[in-house]
């Protein structure tokens, strides 16, 4: 959140494109910035652009999670794959049908 106020603050851009970036509406963002300038009228407080800056190997991290979706979407699509192929094979209904219940 104090991210998003700096970024609208220190950057210029508009709360729309803001809320497109984060996803977040851009009225809530709009209300985080109002009662942001409320607080810092009544402390005096400002934003330095230290709050922009990264914490840490971030893309590292992300691309570590892209990797292990990635295998973990295979997974799923072998999965599939055989509970398909056990159905043609053996005649079976693996998958339960939506909505129903079995005891």
Do not use: C
């Not at 991210?3 to 851009?13: C, P, S, V």
């Not at 990264?54 to 892209?66: K, M, S, V, W, Y």
């Amino acid at each position: 959140k104090q991210k998003i106020i700096a970024e609208y603050l220190l950057g210029g851009t508009s709360t729309r494109k803001l809320a497109i970036k984060y996803g977040y509406g851009h009225v809530t963002i709009s209300r985080w910035v109002m009662a942001h300038e409320r607080y810092v009228d009544k402390k005096g407080l400002r934003f330095s652009k230290a709050v922009m800056e990264p914490d840490g190997p971030l893309p590292t991290d992300i691309h570590e999670l892209q990797e292990a979706l990635r295998i973990s979407r295979l997974k799923v699509e072998l999965l599939e794959a055989m509970i398909d192929i056990s159905d043609e094979q053996f005649g079976t209904d693996i998958r339960k049908k939506a909505g129903t219940r079995q005891s």
